[in-house]
Each structure stands twice: as C-alpha cells, then as structure tokens.
C-alpha cells in the first residue's frame, strides 16, 4: 500500500512563506489524485489543494491565490508552497493520495503562523 509522510511544517510570521513536502512510497505511481488536508483543532476539516495526473489542480477559495501544489514524480513527492500566510493557516496539514479519491493517508505536519 501507499504510505505518505508529510515533513515542512513549522513557525512562520503572517506573510511568510513554508513549503511542505510529501513523500510516497508503495504504489505511488497508480495514483491519479494528490491533495492536501488541513484540520485545526476544533474546526471543519478543510480540502486544501488537489493535483490529478500530476498537472490538473484545484485549490480551495480559502488559499487560491496563496498556495500551489506541485509534483515531482522522479522523487515520488509533492509539495504545497504557501505564500503569503495568515494566521487562519494555522493547521495540521495532511497529505492523501488515491485512484479517484484521497484513500491514503500520511501522518500530518503541523503549521503554525504567528502575528
């Protein structure tokens, strides 16, 4: 199976900038759709930004603008560059992976944005 571990995480100053990076192993070539979650404790979970077939995106209204997903398939990765941050950003961020849907998980990495 899949496995994704998310890493970049961190504390950054409103206006600043983090990438983060998630590496798959397994069959990650069979998957078509990678995205990013975001939950912060005690707040609705969050479709950040999804990557299909490795150049389709979508990004939520939340963050367009802001934040770009990439991938790099030479390094079975794919990254979210958040520009521009504010202090609503503040989540643990989750990478997916999936067919058709994000089936898998990786273990999340915590943004932190401070004023």
């Known amino acids: 199976q899949v496995r994704l571990v998310e890493s970049g995480g961190g504390l950054v100053q409103a206006g600043g900038s983090l990438r983060l990076s998630c590496v798959g192993s397994?069959?990650?070539?069979?998957?078509?759709?990678m995205g990013w979650y975001r939950q912060a404790p005690g707040k609705q979970r969050e479709l950040v930004a999804t990557?299909?077939?490795?150049?389709?995106?979508k990004y939520s209204n939340s963050v367009e603008g802001r934040f770009t997903i990439s991938s790099d398939n030479a390094k079975n990765t794919v990254y979210l560059q958040m520009n521009s941050l504010k202090l609503e950003d503040k989540s643990v961020y989750y990478c997916?992976?999936?067919?058709?849907?994000?089936?898998?998980w990786g273990q999340g990495t915590q943004v932190t944005v401070s004023s």
């Open positions: 997916g992976a999936g067919l058709t849907d994000l089936h898998f």
């Open positions: 397994g069959n990650i070539f069979s998957m078509n759709v």
């Open positions: 990557i299909t077939r490795g150049y389709v995106t």
